[in-house]
Nanobody, 120 residues
Framework: QVQLVESGGGLVQAGGSLTLSCAAA?????????MGWYRQAPGKQRELVAT???????NYADFVKGRFTISRDNAKNTVYLGMNNLEPEDTAVYYC?????????????WGQGTQVTVSS
């Protein structure tokens, strides 16, 4: 089974920057297809932030366009989310998601979540 391990969250002032990382790891064979980031603020539903395909095609939620950048390193099976000009409204738990071919089929995996807190 594949694990997604996230890092990079924390506390930052409004206008600041953070970079999140998410690495896929397994003892067995796997291949990572699309990857993405989602977030969930207290009392709200989980929402899409950005996605990136294995061919580096990206998609962003309107509320992060121009501020966040998703990228990936296929050699490291890692996806990144660069976040600039952060706003208090960006405060949430950020989750990594990946569609991964393992055990003979494509499975949907989630990371454990990393907290991002933006103070005003």
């Amino acid at each position: 089974q594949v694990q997604l391990v996230e890092s990079g969250g924390g506390l930052v002032q409004a206008g600041g920057s953070l970079t999140l990382s998410c690495a896929a790891a397994s003892r067995g064979f796997f291949r990572v297809n699309a990857m993405g980031w989602y977030r969930q603020a207290p009392g709200k539903q989980r929402e899409l932030v950005a996605t990136i395909t294995s061919g580096d095609r990206t998609n962003y939620a309107d509320f992060v366009k121009g501020r966040f950048t998703i990228s990936r390193d296929n050699a490291k099976n890692t996806v990144y989310l660069g976040m600039n000009n952060l706003e208090p409204e960006d405060t949430a738990v950020y989750y990594c998601n990946a569609a991964i071919l393992d055990r003979g089929r494509v499975n949907d995996y989630w990371g454990q979540g990393t907290q991002v807190t933006v103070s005003s």
